[in-house]
């Protein structure tokens, strides 16, 4: 089957760092995404991994190991405005199709 | 980067009438598109996948005859909501996979707000 899990919420502090955890079971495996969605906005694009390691943008870092099912979205110097809901996504290619199975997001709460 | 627009952003309508939303890619062309529907604090759920020049693929259940997904060209897909009913009230959003980018990811639309009234 597909399943992806990743925390209900989390809450951290202006200034520190966080982790947030995501393990799948997908079929067909080819790339884990993260994704973060403001309140009553579409998801933007933060990262994407395929191999197994750490992947670095800015003060974001996303990591995977395919053989665990596993991925975690870091986020350091946090600020106000990354409060919001991050969304962790596997995609599947089966036969030439592609689809993208969320998890339910990890809404994160920054405060000051 | 890679746009992808959404018509209209808002829609209200009364109860038993159809509600066309447009999707479309500005500045690439998408093999594949995908419509999702979320609800209030919920993730998105994927109603259905479309590729251009072939029928949908849907979700289980998610009916075909309510949902009208036709994807005429590599940078427009359409999503209609035929006799809407205040439980089909959501967020509907669109995302496209670009052909050919190496990057995999689908780039969303703004997202469209339905309310049926």
């Known amino acids: 089957g597909q399943n992806i899990d990743q925390p209900t919420e989390m809450t951290a502090t202006e200034g520190a760092i966080v982790q947030i955890n995501c393990t799948y079971q997908t079929s067909g495996f080819n790339g884990l995404f993260w994704y973060q969605q403001h309140a009553g906005e579409a998801p933007t694009f933060l990262s994407y991994n395929v191999l197994d390691g750490l992947e670095e943008k800015g003060r974001f870092s996303s990591f995977l190991s395919r053989s665990k099912g596993y991925s975690y979205l870091l986020l350091k110097e946090l600020q106000m405005k990354d409060s919001a809901s991050y969304l962790c996504?596997?995609?599947?290619?089966?036969?030439?199709?592609?689809?993208?199975?969320f998890g339910t997001g990890t809404r994160l709460k920054v405060l000051a | 980067g890679a746009v992808v627009s959404q018509h209209p952003s808002w829609v209200i309508c009364k109860s038993g009438t159809s509600v066309k939303i447009e999707c479309r890619s500005l500045?690439?062309?998408?093999?594949?598109m995908f419509w999702y529907r979320q609800f209030p604090k919920q993730s998105l759920m994927l109603m259905a996948t479309?590729?251009?020049?072939?029928?949908?693929?849907?979700e289980q259940g998610v009916e075909k005859d309510k949902f009208l997904i036709n994807h005429a060209s590599l940078t427009l897909s359409t999503l209609t909501v035929t006799s809407a009913h205040p439980e089909d009230s959501s967020f509907y959003i669109c995302?496209?996979?670009?052909?050919?980018?190496?990057?995999?990811?689908?780039?969303f639309g703004p997202g469209t707000r339905l309310l049926v009234l």
């Open positions: 500045d690439f062309q998408a093999t594949t």
């Open positions: 479309s590729n251009e020049g072939s029928k949908a693929t849907y």
């Open positions: 996504a596997a995609m599947s290619s089966t036969s030439g199709t592609y689809k993208y199975i």
């Open positions: 995302s496209a996979r670009a052909y050919g980018r190496a990057d995999e990811t689908q780039y």
